[in-house]
């Protein structure tokens, strides 16, 4: 595609309620990034992936986060037991090349997830 | 670590006006820095970014910044706005070397008004 799509766009769980956040990056794109921003304040880290490895996973809050991307291409973000705290746009990002900050990321539209 | 200070929240400016969106940074080790743009409902978009070099970049829509080192500064600026421009602008670091994760500051809105 034309660039990072994310799906769904909007997602409303029940608290208690797992969700999978998908995430399809630009074709032939390495590097694989996670964000979550909350409501008025800008992205924070969750992950990122090179190719199928997770080389870091530092920014994932709770053990209830998980991400993965089997096949080095698609990735889905997998919240177990969702909280209200979950409330926020996650949002996907991929580049062309290896985790050096210099190469630009490009950001799909996000997801919203709401947790009632 | 890095960290990012994006000192207005709001900018409210008129159109055709200059504006200047602050940035500044702490880091231990040399950065890269960024400023990308954000408009209702759509993900976020790379206005420009400095990694060597001249210290005044260049960027898409007619923006510019400038960084200075000795006052750990990545000011955006414009020299007149449109309405067009009315969107949420954020300054992000990430680290030149063994770095993955871009860290990015709060935010500051934008308000263009006729």
């Known amino acids: 595609g034309a660039g990072v799509s994310q799906s769904p766009r909007y997602k409303v769980a029940k608290r208690g309620q797992d969700v999978a956040l998908r995430c399809d990056p630009i074709?032939?794109?390495?590097?694989l990034f996670w964000y979550q921003q909350a409501l008025g304040q800008g992205p924070e880290f969750l992950t990122y992936?090179?190719?199928?490895?997770?080389?870091?996973k530092s920014g994932l809050p709770s053990d209830r986060f998980f991400a993965e991307r089997p096949e080095g291409s698609v990735s889905t973000l997998k919240i177990q037991r969702t909280q209200q705290e979950d409330s926020a746009v996650y949002l996907c990002?991929?580049?062309?090349?290896?985790?050096?900050?210099?190469?630009?990321?490009?950001f799909g539209q996000g997801t919203r997830l709401t947790v009632v | 670590a890095q960290s990012v200070t994006q000192l207005d929240s709001q900018v409210p400016v008129f159109e055709e006006a200059p504006v200047e969106l602050r940035c500044n940074y702490s880091?231990?080790?040399?950065?890269?820095l960024f400023w990308y743009v954000q408009y209702p409902n759509q993900g976020l978009q790379l206005l420009l970014k400095?990694?060597?070099?001249?210290?005044l970049v260049k960027g898409i829509n007619g923006f510019e910044a400038e960084f200075n080192k000795s006052q750990t500064s990545f000011h955006l600026r414009k020299p007149s706005v449109h309405i067009s421009d009315t969107a949420e602008y954020f300054c992000?670091?990430?680290?030149?070397?063994?770095?993955?994760?871009?860290?990015f500051g709060a935010g500051t809105r934008l308000f263009v008004k006729a």
């Open positions: 992936f090179q190719n199928e490895a997770q080389l870091d």
């Open positions: 880091s231990s080790v040399s950065v890269y």
């Open positions: 400095y990694l060597s070099g001249s210290t």
């Open positions: 990002a991929s580049s062309l090349l290896g985790g050096d900050g210099n190469t630009e990321a490009f």
């Open positions: 074709s032939g794109h390495v590097s």
């Open positions: 992000a670091v990430s680290r030149n070397t063994g770095g993955f994760k871009t860290i």
